[in-house]
Protein backbone atom coordinates (compact mmCIF):
# COMPACT_ATOMS: atom_id res chain seq x y z
CA UNK A 1 0.00 0.00 0.00
CA UNK A 2 2.80 1.97 0.68
CA UNK A 3 4.48 1.22 -2.47
CA UNK A 4 0.84 2.43 -4.54
CA UNK A 5 1.21 6.32 -2.09
CA UNK A 6 4.98 6.60 -2.96
CA UNK A 7 3.87 6.08 -6.50
CA UNK A 8 1.17 7.72 -6.61
CA UNK A 9 3.23 10.74 -5.03
CA UNK A 10 6.22 10.74 -6.93
CA UNK A 11 3.50 10.79 -9.72
CA UNK A 12 1.94 14.29 -8.67
CA UNK A 13 4.84 15.31 -7.85
CA UNK A 14 5.90 15.06 -11.40
CA UNK A 15 3.04 16.16 -12.98
CA UNK A 16 1.54 18.70 -10.89
CA UNK A 17 2.79 21.50 -8.42
CA UNK A 18 0.92 20.56 -6.10
CA UNK A 19 3.53 19.33 -3.80
CA UNK A 20 5.57 21.96 -4.00
CA UNK A 21 4.87 23.72 -0.65
CA UNK A 22 4.62 20.35 1.74
CA UNK A 23 8.40 19.71 -0.26
CA UNK A 24 9.45 23.71 0.55
CA UNK A 25 8.01 22.97 4.24
CA UNK A 26 10.20 19.77 4.62
CA UNK A 27 13.14 21.59 3.06
CA UNK A 28 12.92 24.21 5.51
CA UNK A 29 13.83 21.80 8.21
CA UNK A 30 15.74 19.38 6.34
CA UNK A 31 18.06 21.78 4.71
CA UNK A 32 19.90 22.51 7.70
CA UNK A 33 21.49 19.06 7.81
CA UNK A 34 23.17 20.23 4.60
CA UNK A 35 24.14 23.17 7.43
CA UNK A 36 25.16 21.19 9.85
CA UNK A 37 27.65 18.83 7.94
CA UNK A 38 29.20 21.55 6.30
CA UNK A 39 30.09 22.94 9.94
CA UNK A 40 33.19 20.88 10.57
CA UNK A 41 34.51 22.62 7.23
CA UNK A 42 33.36 26.23 8.62
CA UNK A 43 34.44 25.72 12.07
CA UNK A 44 37.83 24.99 10.48
CA UNK A 45 38.04 28.15 8.71
CA UNK A 46 37.00 30.18 11.41
CA UNK A 47 39.46 28.54 13.62
CA UNK A 48 42.06 28.99 10.78
CA UNK A 49 41.24 32.79 10.35
CA UNK A 50 41.54 33.33 14.08
CA UNK A 51 44.59 31.93 14.36
CA UNK A 52 46.01 33.21 11.14
CA UNK A 53 49.39 35.01 11.94
CA UNK A 54 49.89 38.59 11.54
CA UNK A 55 52.42 38.58 8.84
CA UNK A 56 50.19 35.99 6.59
CA UNK A 57 47.62 38.81 6.82
CA UNK A 58 49.80 41.79 5.87
CA UNK A 59 50.92 39.80 3.39
CA UNK A 60 47.18 38.80 2.31
CA UNK A 61 46.11 42.15 2.58
CA UNK A 62 49.33 43.30 0.41
CA UNK A 63 48.31 40.74 -2.35
CA UNK A 64 44.46 41.97 -1.75
CA UNK A 65 45.52 45.48 -2.47
CA UNK A 66 47.52 45.13 -5.91
CA UNK A 67 44.37 42.80 -7.11
CA UNK A 68 42.54 45.44 -6.18
CA UNK A 69 44.60 48.29 -7.91
CA UNK A 70 44.62 46.01 -10.83
CA UNK A 71 40.85 45.55 -11.05
CA UNK A 72 40.58 49.14 -11.04
CA UNK A 73 42.85 49.91 -13.55
CA UNK A 74 40.94 47.77 -15.30
CA UNK A 75 37.27 48.50 -14.37
CA UNK A 76 38.61 52.29 -15.19
CA UNK A 77 38.97 51.57 -19.19
CA UNK A 78 35.70 49.14 -18.66
CA UNK A 79 33.78 52.11 -18.08
CA UNK A 80 35.17 54.32 -21.16
CA UNK A 81 34.54 50.91 -23.15
CA UNK A 82 30.92 50.54 -21.71
CA UNK A 83 30.49 54.23 -22.58
CA UNK A 84 31.78 53.51 -26.31
CA UNK A 85 29.97 50.21 -26.88
CA UNK A 86 26.47 52.14 -25.90
CA UNK A 87 27.16 54.67 -28.07
CA UNK A 88 28.06 52.33 -31.14
CA UNK A 89 25.19 50.20 -29.85
CA UNK A 90 23.46 53.67 -30.73
CA UNK A 91 24.82 54.29 -33.96
CA UNK A 92 23.57 50.81 -34.97
CA UNK A 93 20.32 51.49 -33.46
CA UNK A 94 20.12 48.63 -31.43
CA UNK A 95 19.34 48.42 -27.51
CA UNK A 96 22.05 48.71 -25.24
CA UNK A 97 23.17 46.39 -22.75
CA UNK A 98 21.79 46.72 -19.25
CA UNK A 99 24.32 46.03 -16.72
CA UNK A 100 23.16 42.99 -14.68
CA UNK A 101 22.87 43.00 -11.05
CA UNK A 102 25.20 40.47 -8.61
CA UNK A 103 24.86 39.20 -5.60
CA UNK A 104 26.87 36.88 -3.51
CA UNK A 105 26.05 33.17 -2.32
CA UNK A 106 27.75 30.69 -0.61
CA UNK A 107 27.89 27.18 -1.56
CA UNK A 108 26.75 24.97 1.33
CA UNK A 109 26.71 21.50 0.19
CA UNK A 110 27.34 19.26 -2.38
CA UNK A 111 24.40 17.13 -4.03
CA UNK A 112 25.40 13.20 -2.76
CA UNK A 113 24.64 11.63 -6.00
CA UNK A 114 27.82 11.50 -7.58
CA UNK A 115 26.28 10.93 -11.27
CA UNK A 116 25.06 14.36 -11.04
CA UNK A 117 26.20 17.89 -10.76
CA UNK A 118 24.16 19.84 -8.14
CA UNK A 119 25.37 22.31 -5.38
CA UNK A 120 23.13 23.68 -2.77
CA UNK A 121 23.61 26.98 -1.98
CA UNK A 122 22.31 29.10 1.02
CA UNK A 123 20.19 32.11 -0.86
CA UNK A 124 16.68 30.80 -1.55
CA UNK A 125 13.18 31.54 -2.77
CA UNK A 126 12.88 34.57 0.21
CA UNK A 127 16.39 35.99 -1.17
CA UNK A 128 14.39 36.68 -4.37
CA UNK A 129 16.37 34.09 -6.30
CA UNK A 130 14.18 32.59 -9.12
CA UNK A 131 14.19 29.73 -10.80
CA UNK A 132 16.36 29.78 -14.07
CA UNK A 133 18.63 32.21 -12.52
CA UNK A 134 22.31 31.81 -13.76
CA UNK A 135 25.12 31.44 -11.29
CA UNK A 136 28.60 32.81 -11.43
CA UNK A 137 31.76 32.39 -9.76
CA UNK A 138 34.89 35.01 -10.43
CA UNK A 139 36.11 33.29 -13.32
CA UNK A 140 33.29 32.47 -15.09
CA UNK A 141 29.28 31.12 -15.72
CA UNK A 142 28.74 27.76 -13.28
CA UNK A 143 25.58 26.77 -13.77
CA UNK A 144 21.81 27.80 -13.18
CA UNK A 145 19.32 27.36 -10.07
CA UNK A 146 16.58 24.40 -10.79
CA UNK A 147 15.04 24.43 -7.83
CA UNK A 148 13.49 26.70 -5.05
CA UNK A 149 13.51 26.31 -1.58
CA UNK A 150 12.99 29.00 0.99
CA UNK A 151 16.11 29.61 2.31
CA UNK A 152 18.48 27.61 0.02
CA UNK A 153 18.37 26.53 -3.97
CA UNK A 154 19.92 23.83 -5.80
CA UNK A 155 22.12 25.01 -8.88
CA UNK A 156 22.67 22.65 -11.49
CA UNK A 157 26.31 23.00 -12.87
CA UNK A 158 27.13 23.36 -16.42
CA UNK A 159 29.62 20.12 -16.37
CA UNK A 160 26.11 17.77 -15.26
CA UNK A 161 24.76 15.40 -18.52
CA UNK A 162 21.71 17.04 -18.23
CA UNK A 163 22.67 20.48 -19.03
CA UNK A 164 23.89 22.38 -22.09
CA UNK A 165 24.22 25.96 -22.54
CA UNK A 166 24.76 28.40 -26.14
CA UNK A 167 27.57 29.28 -26.21
CA UNK A 168 30.07 31.41 -29.10
CA UNK A 169 34.10 31.57 -29.66
CA UNK A 170 34.83 35.09 -28.24
CA UNK A 171 37.49 35.19 -30.97
CA UNK A 172 34.94 34.84 -34.20
CA UNK A 173 31.49 34.84 -32.85
CA UNK A 174 31.02 30.83 -33.85
CA UNK A 175 28.35 29.53 -32.45
CA UNK A 176 27.87 26.20 -30.71
CA UNK A 177 25.64 24.28 -27.87
CA UNK A 178 28.33 23.75 -25.22
CA UNK A 179 26.91 20.17 -23.56
CA UNK A 180 28.01 18.70 -20.24
CA UNK A 181 29.66 15.49 -20.04
CA UNK A 182 29.65 14.45 -15.96
CA UNK A 183 33.13 15.26 -15.40
CA UNK A 184 33.90 18.25 -13.75
CA UNK A 185 36.52 19.39 -16.03
CA UNK A 186 34.89 19.10 -19.57
CA UNK A 187 32.59 20.33 -21.38
CA UNK A 188 31.25 18.85 -25.07
CA UNK A 189 30.64 20.66 -27.86
CA UNK A 190 28.02 19.01 -30.27
CA UNK A 191 27.28 19.46 -33.54
CA UNK A 192 30.48 21.09 -34.69
CA UNK A 193 31.56 21.00 -38.22
CA UNK A 194 34.57 19.32 -39.02
CA UNK A 195 35.86 22.78 -40.96
CA UNK A 196 34.41 24.97 -38.50
CA UNK A 197 37.30 27.80 -37.03
CA UNK A 198 37.64 26.56 -34.07
CA UNK A 199 41.48 25.86 -32.33
CA UNK A 200 42.55 25.01 -29.09
CA UNK A 201 42.58 27.92 -26.75
CA UNK A 202 39.82 29.65 -28.21
CA UNK A 203 37.71 31.11 -25.37
CA UNK A 204 33.86 30.13 -25.33
CA UNK A 205 31.55 32.88 -23.50
CA UNK A 206 27.91 32.63 -23.43
CA UNK A 207 26.03 33.70 -26.40
CA UNK A 208 22.59 34.54 -24.46
CA UNK A 209 20.75 32.73 -27.11
CA UNK A 210 18.95 30.74 -24.41
CA UNK A 211 17.28 33.55 -23.51
CA UNK A 212 18.95 31.95 -19.91
CA UNK A 213 22.42 33.00 -19.28
CA UNK A 214 23.23 36.89 -19.93
CA UNK A 215 25.37 37.24 -22.75
CA UNK A 216 28.85 37.68 -22.69
CA UNK A 217 30.26 35.87 -19.97
CA UNK A 218 33.40 33.31 -20.32
CA UNK A 219 31.90 29.41 -20.00
CA UNK A 220 35.28 27.41 -20.59
CA UNK A 221 38.51 27.23 -22.77
CA UNK A 222 38.88 24.79 -25.69
CA UNK A 223 41.00 22.40 -24.79
CA UNK A 224 41.09 19.82 -27.88
CA UNK A 225 39.97 19.76 -31.47
CA UNK A 226 39.88 16.24 -32.92
CA UNK A 227 39.15 15.84 -36.40
CA UNK A 228 38.34 12.05 -36.99
CA UNK A 229 37.35 11.67 -40.69
CA UNK A 230 34.88 8.89 -39.47
CA UNK A 231 32.43 11.06 -37.30
CA UNK A 232 30.14 13.25 -39.22
CA UNK A 233 31.27 16.59 -36.68
CA UNK A 234 34.21 17.74 -34.94
CA UNK A 235 35.16 16.54 -31.20
CA UNK A 236 35.37 19.59 -29.46
CA UNK A 237 36.57 19.73 -25.69
CA UNK A 238 36.44 22.49 -23.55
CA UNK A 239 37.31 22.86 -19.90
CA UNK A 240 34.74 25.25 -17.98
CA UNK A 241 36.76 28.29 -16.82
CA UNK A 242 35.10 28.58 -13.52
CA UNK A 243 36.15 26.44 -10.62
CA UNK A 244 33.20 24.30 -10.59
CA UNK A 245 34.41 22.07 -7.93
CA UNK A 246 35.84 24.51 -6.13
CA UNK A 247 34.73 27.56 -5.63
CA UNK A 248 33.05 28.56 -1.97
CA UNK A 249 31.30 31.99 -2.92
CA UNK A 250 29.43 32.25 -6.46
CA UNK A 251 27.43 35.17 -7.55
CA UNK A 252 23.73 35.16 -8.61
CA UNK A 253 22.99 37.40 -11.32
CA UNK A 254 19.31 39.03 -11.51
CA UNK A 255 19.25 40.46 -15.07
CA UNK A 256 17.00 43.15 -15.90
CA UNK A 257 13.57 43.32 -15.21
CA UNK A 258 12.45 42.29 -18.89
CA UNK A 259 10.78 39.02 -18.95
CA UNK A 260 11.63 36.22 -21.58
CA UNK A 261 9.26 37.42 -24.33
CA UNK A 262 10.48 41.48 -23.87
CA UNK A 263 14.18 39.93 -24.01
CA UNK A 264 13.95 38.04 -26.98
CA UNK A 265 11.58 40.94 -29.23
CA UNK A 266 14.25 43.40 -28.41
CA UNK A 267 16.96 40.44 -29.54
CA UNK A 268 15.26 39.77 -32.46
CA UNK A 269 14.91 43.78 -32.84
CA UNK A 270 18.92 43.70 -32.17
CA UNK A 271 19.26 40.99 -34.54
CA UNK A 272 17.44 43.13 -36.96
CA UNK A 273 19.00 46.19 -36.99
CA UNK A 274 22.41 44.08 -37.05
CA UNK A 275 21.91 42.40 -40.34
CA UNK A 276 20.28 45.69 -42.12
CA UNK A 277 24.07 47.38 -41.87
CA UNK A 278 25.10 43.98 -43.26
CA UNK A 279 23.33 44.85 -46.44
CA UNK A 280 26.21 46.78 -47.79
CA UNK A 281 29.08 46.18 -45.12
CA UNK A 282 31.49 48.87 -46.75
CA UNK A 283 29.63 51.62 -45.09
CA UNK A 284 28.74 51.11 -41.40
CA UNK A 285 31.94 49.93 -40.26
CA UNK A 286 33.95 52.78 -42.15
CA UNK A 287 31.32 55.37 -41.26
CA UNK A 288 31.08 55.00 -37.20
CA UNK A 289 34.30 53.64 -36.41
CA UNK A 290 36.76 56.24 -37.24
CA UNK A 291 34.46 58.52 -35.34
CA UNK A 292 34.72 57.36 -31.83
CA UNK A 293 37.84 57.43 -30.44
CA UNK A 294 41.00 55.63 -32.10
CA UNK A 295 41.48 53.67 -28.93
CA UNK A 296 39.21 51.15 -30.71
CA UNK A 297 41.82 49.10 -31.10
CA UNK A 298 41.14 47.79 -27.59
CA UNK A 299 37.18 47.81 -27.83
CA UNK A 300 37.42 45.05 -30.45
CA UNK A 301 37.02 42.59 -27.66
CA UNK A 302 33.59 43.87 -26.46
CA UNK A 303 32.45 45.10 -29.44
CA UNK A 304 33.67 41.38 -31.10
CA UNK A 305 31.65 39.76 -28.05
CA UNK A 306 27.76 40.71 -28.37
CA UNK A 307 27.34 42.07 -31.96
CA UNK A 308 28.68 39.33 -33.67
CA UNK A 309 25.69 37.11 -33.63
CA UNK A 310 25.80 36.92 -37.17
CA UNK A 311 29.44 36.30 -37.73
CA UNK A 312 28.54 33.11 -38.30
CA UNK A 313 31.25 31.21 -39.98
CA UNK A 314 29.82 27.77 -39.47
CA UNK A 315 26.34 29.21 -41.09
CA UNK A 316 27.58 28.48 -44.84
CA UNK A 317 23.06 28.45 -45.80
CA UNK A 318 23.88 32.26 -45.29
CA UNK A 319 27.04 33.23 -46.78
CA UNK A 320 25.94 36.95 -47.69
CA UNK A 321 26.22 37.27 -43.57
CA UNK A 322 29.63 35.89 -43.05
CA UNK A 323 32.16 38.57 -45.30
CA UNK A 324 29.42 41.23 -44.00
CA UNK A 325 30.53 40.26 -40.17
CA UNK A 326 33.60 39.81 -40.19
CA UNK A 327 34.93 43.70 -41.87
CA UNK A 328 32.32 44.95 -38.61
CA UNK A 329 35.23 43.46 -35.98
CA UNK A 330 37.83 43.68 -38.34
CA UNK A 331 37.92 47.38 -39.16
CA UNK A 332 38.09 48.19 -35.22
CA UNK A 333 41.00 46.83 -34.82
CA UNK A 334 42.92 47.58 -38.16
CA UNK A 335 43.00 51.31 -37.86
CA UNK A 336 44.73 50.86 -34.60
CA UNK A 337 47.42 48.79 -35.35
CA UNK A 338 49.67 48.63 -38.02
CA UNK A 339 47.19 47.93 -40.21
CA UNK A 340 48.37 44.46 -40.46
CA UNK A 341 46.07 43.23 -43.25
CA UNK A 342 44.36 44.79 -46.06
CA UNK A 343 40.79 45.28 -45.28
CA UNK A 344 39.51 44.87 -48.86
CA UNK A 345 40.86 41.70 -49.16
CA UNK A 346 39.41 39.94 -46.17
CA UNK A 347 35.16 39.51 -47.80
CA UNK A 348 36.96 37.73 -50.32
CA UNK A 349 38.99 35.33 -47.28
CA UNK A 350 36.08 34.71 -45.30
CA UNK A 351 33.21 33.48 -47.94
CA UNK A 352 34.93 29.75 -47.57
CA UNK A 353 35.38 28.31 -44.13
CA UNK A 354 38.23 26.64 -44.75
CA UNK A 355 40.23 30.12 -45.10
CA UNK A 356 38.68 31.76 -42.16
CA UNK A 357 41.43 30.84 -39.67
CA UNK A 358 43.03 33.45 -41.39
CA UNK A 359 41.50 36.89 -40.37
CA UNK A 360 41.38 35.43 -37.14
CA UNK A 361 44.98 35.10 -36.55
CA UNK A 362 45.78 38.02 -37.78
CA UNK A 363 43.29 39.80 -35.39
CA UNK A 364 45.29 38.49 -32.38
CA UNK A 365 48.42 40.96 -32.84
CA UNK B 1 21.24 7.82 30.15
CA UNK B 2 19.51 6.74 32.97
CA UNK B 3 18.39 2.74 32.97
CA UNK B 4 15.33 3.41 32.50
CA UNK B 5 11.95 1.06 32.52
CA UNK B 6 11.35 -0.67 29.04
CA UNK B 7 9.85 1.09 26.11
CA UNK B 8 12.09 3.65 27.12
CA UNK B 9 14.97 5.90 25.23
CA UNK B 10 13.25 5.89 21.69
CA UNK B 11 14.65 8.48 21.17
CA UNK B 12 18.43 6.94 20.08
CA UNK B 13 16.34 5.48 17.50
CA UNK B 14 15.37 8.86 16.23
CA UNK B 15 18.72 9.87 17.20
CA UNK B 16 20.52 7.61 14.97
CA UNK B 17 18.32 8.01 12.17
CA UNK B 18 18.89 11.63 12.32
CA UNK B 19 22.80 11.19 12.18
CA UNK B 20 22.38 8.98 9.29
CA UNK B 21 20.65 11.55 7.38
CA UNK B 22 23.60 13.56 8.11
CA UNK B 23 25.93 11.15 6.82
CA UNK B 24 23.97 10.43 3.85
CA UNK B 25 24.18 14.29 2.74
CA UNK B 26 28.04 14.84 4.34
CA UNK B 27 30.31 16.18 2.05
CA UNK B 28 32.96 13.44 0.71
CA UNK B 29 36.35 13.79 -1.60
CA UNK B 30 35.19 13.03 -5.14
CA UNK B 31 36.42 9.70 -5.99
CA UNK B 32 34.52 8.20 -2.32
CA UNK B 33 31.21 9.44 -3.48
CA UNK B 34 30.47 6.49 -5.51
CA UNK B 35 30.95 4.58 -2.65
CA UNK B 36 28.85 6.59 0.12
CA UNK B 37 26.79 3.71 1.80
CA UNK B 38 23.22 3.71 2.12
CA UNK B 39 23.75 4.69 5.91
CA UNK B 40 19.86 5.39 6.26
CA UNK B 41 18.64 2.14 4.83
CA UNK B 42 21.46 0.35 6.84
CA UNK B 43 19.81 1.35 9.99
CA UNK B 44 16.52 1.07 9.25
CA UNK B 45 17.33 -2.55 8.70
CA UNK B 46 18.93 -3.28 11.92
CA UNK B 47 16.46 -1.16 14.13
CA UNK B 48 13.77 -3.12 11.79
CA UNK B 49 15.67 -6.47 12.71
CA UNK B 50 15.84 -5.65 16.42
CA UNK B 51 12.74 -3.58 17.08
CA UNK B 52 9.85 -4.44 14.28
CA UNK B 53 7.03 -3.84 16.60
CA UNK B 54 8.61 -0.04 16.49
CA UNK B 55 10.05 0.60 12.94
CA UNK B 56 8.18 -0.44 10.34
CA UNK B 57 7.31 0.57 7.27
CA UNK B 58 5.53 3.73 7.83
CA UNK B 59 9.05 4.79 9.41
CA UNK B 60 10.74 3.77 6.39
CA UNK B 61 8.42 6.12 3.70
CA UNK B 62 8.36 8.44 6.12
CA UNK B 63 12.59 8.91 6.19
CA UNK B 64 12.65 7.76 2.40
CA UNK B 65 10.41 10.98 2.12
CA UNK B 66 12.72 13.05 3.92
CA UNK B 67 15.69 11.85 2.00
CA UNK B 68 13.55 12.82 -1.45
CA UNK B 69 13.61 16.20 -0.35
CA UNK B 70 17.19 16.25 0.86
CA UNK B 71 18.46 14.56 -2.61
CA UNK B 72 15.86 17.02 -4.76
CA UNK B 73 14.62 13.81 -6.56
CA UNK B 74 11.17 13.05 -7.15
CA UNK B 75 9.26 12.96 -4.17
CA UNK B 76 8.67 9.13 -3.24
CA UNK B 77 11.16 8.14 -4.84
CA UNK B 78 13.45 6.74 -1.84
CA UNK B 79 10.40 6.55 -0.47
CA UNK B 80 9.73 3.48 -2.49
CA UNK B 81 13.25 2.24 -2.11
CA UNK B 82 13.30 2.54 1.84
CA UNK B 83 9.93 1.21 2.06
CA UNK B 84 10.88 -2.47 -0.12
CA UNK B 85 14.14 -2.65 1.88
CA UNK B 86 12.30 -2.24 5.17
CA UNK B 87 9.90 -4.92 3.80
CA UNK B 88 12.36 -7.01 2.70
CA UNK B 89 13.94 -7.12 5.98
CA UNK B 90 10.96 -7.65 7.47
CA UNK B 91 9.87 -10.95 5.61
CA UNK B 92 13.08 -12.14 6.38
CA UNK B 93 13.29 -11.25 9.99
CA UNK B 94 13.06 -14.29 11.70
CA UNK B 95 15.84 -16.73 9.46
CA UNK B 96 17.54 -13.02 9.44
CA UNK B 97 18.27 -12.80 13.09
CA UNK B 98 19.22 -16.62 13.29
CA UNK B 99 22.03 -16.38 10.78
CA UNK B 100 26.01 -15.84 11.24
CA UNK B 101 27.22 -12.29 11.01
CA UNK B 102 28.23 -13.59 6.94
CA UNK B 103 25.64 -14.66 5.63
CA UNK B 104 23.38 -11.71 7.29
CA UNK B 105 25.93 -9.53 5.26
CA UNK B 106 25.18 -11.37 1.99
CA UNK B 107 21.68 -11.44 2.30
CA UNK B 108 22.03 -7.49 2.76
CA UNK B 109 24.03 -7.23 -0.27
CA UNK B 110 21.42 -9.12 -2.32
CA UNK B 111 18.34 -6.77 -0.79
CA UNK B 112 20.62 -3.31 -1.42
CA UNK B 113 21.49 -4.51 -4.90
CA UNK B 114 17.87 -5.05 -5.70
CA UNK B 115 17.01 -1.77 -4.12
CA UNK B 116 19.81 -0.20 -6.15
CA UNK B 117 18.79 -1.45 -9.15
CA UNK B 118 14.71 0.04 -8.66
CA UNK B 119 16.75 3.18 -8.17
CA UNK B 120 18.23 3.21 -11.73
CA UNK B 121 15.25 2.22 -13.17
CA UNK B 122 13.33 5.18 -11.03
CA UNK B 123 16.64 7.22 -12.12
CA UNK B 124 15.92 5.88 -15.60
CA UNK B 125 12.18 7.09 -15.96
CA UNK B 126 12.33 10.41 -14.26
CA UNK B 127 15.76 11.09 -17.16
CA UNK B 128 18.67 10.96 -15.44
CA UNK B 129 20.11 6.93 -15.76
CA UNK B 130 23.49 6.37 -14.67
CA UNK B 131 26.51 4.76 -15.77
CA UNK B 132 25.36 1.60 -14.81
CA UNK B 133 27.49 -0.87 -12.66
CA UNK B 134 28.81 1.74 -9.98
CA UNK B 135 25.44 1.87 -9.32
CA UNK B 136 25.74 -1.82 -6.98
CA UNK B 137 29.22 -0.19 -5.01
CA UNK B 138 27.14 1.21 -2.56
CA UNK B 139 25.22 -1.59 -1.77
CA UNK B 140 28.83 -4.06 -1.86
CA UNK B 141 29.66 -1.04 1.13
CA UNK B 142 26.85 -1.36 3.00
CA UNK B 143 27.03 -5.16 2.95
CA UNK B 144 31.01 -4.37 4.27
CA UNK B 145 29.84 -2.27 7.28
CA UNK B 146 27.28 -4.31 8.43
CA UNK B 147 28.37 -6.03 10.88
CA UNK B 148 30.15 -2.79 12.36
CA UNK B 149 26.39 -0.68 12.34
CA UNK B 150 25.10 -4.23 13.54
CA UNK B 151 27.44 -4.54 16.61
CA UNK B 152 27.88 -1.01 17.55
CA UNK B 153 24.22 -0.50 17.57
CA UNK B 154 23.81 -3.82 19.63
CA UNK B 155 25.67 -2.78 21.85
CA UNK B 156 24.30 0.54 21.82
CA UNK B 157 20.64 -0.97 22.71
CA UNK B 158 21.77 -3.19 25.39
CA UNK B 159 23.85 -0.42 26.87
CA UNK B 160 20.34 1.92 26.52
CA UNK B 161 17.88 -0.54 26.91
CA UNK B 162 16.34 0.64 23.75
CA UNK B 163 12.94 -1.14 23.43
Known amino acids: MLVVLSVAVMVVDARFTLLKPVRSQMSLVLMQSYWIADLPERLYQGVASQFGSRTELAADNEKLKTENLLLQGRLQKLAALTEQNVRLRELLNSSALVNEKVEVAELIGMDPNPFTHRIIINKGERDGVVLGQPVLDARGLMGQVVELMPYTSRVLLLTDTTHSIPVQVNRNGLRAIASGTGNPERLELRHVADTADIKEGDLLVSSGLGQRFPAGYPVATVKEVIHDSGQPFAIVRAVPTAALNRSRYLLLVFSDGRSPEERAADAAQQQESLEHPSADPAVVPSATLPATTPAAATAAKPAATSPAKPATTRAAPAPAATPAATPAAAPTKTPATKAVAKPPAKPAATKTPATAPETPRQREE | ?163
Open chain 2, 1 to 163: MARHAPARNGWVVWLTFAIGLLLSVSPLPQFMEIFRPLWLALLLAFWALALPHKIGMVTAWMLGLAEDVLYGTLLGQNALILTLITFLVLSLQQRLRMFPMWQQCLVILVIFGLAQLVQLWLSALTGNRQPTLALVLPALVSALLWPWVSYGLRGLRLRLKIN
